[in-house]
């Protein structure tokens, strides 16, 4: 079993920056793809990034260029630095660890608003 915990959110105007991270409960990057997810009010669950186990990387296309996703293996921590914000950011975060398990954590908001 593994726990992941999200940290970081909270209320940003437009244009500012916020660094999200995501606390596992025990060593796993090795072994298992992490990924950010977001849900806004009304939609689905979507992927925003993702880091492989080899350290390869994907962004949605909506943040390309604004957020990066990185992780420590020595503190079980992967972040999201997102800069640039926009009010459609907006949503609750996830983290995300796939592999042999697939497991969440409990999310956190980010809300982008003037």
């Known amino acids: 079993q593994v726990q992941l915990v999200e940290s970081g959110g909270g209320l940003v105007q437009p244009g500012g920056s916020l660094r999200l991270s995501c606390a596992a409960s025990r060593s796993i990057f090795s072994i298992y793809t992490m990924g950010w997810y977001r849900q806004a009010p009304g939609k689905q669950r979507e992927l925003v990034a993702r880091?492989?186990?080899?350290?390869?990387?994907f962004y949605a296309d909506s943040v390309k260029g604004r957020f990066t996703i990185s992780s420590d293996n020595a503190k079980n921590t992967v972040y999201l630095q997102m800069n640039s914000l926009k009010p459609e950011d907006t949503a609750v975060y996830y983290c995300n660890a796939v592999g042999a398990y697939d497991y969440w954590g409990q999310g956190t908001q980010v809300t982008v608003s003037s």
């Open positions: 880091i492989g186990s080899g350290g390869s990387t």
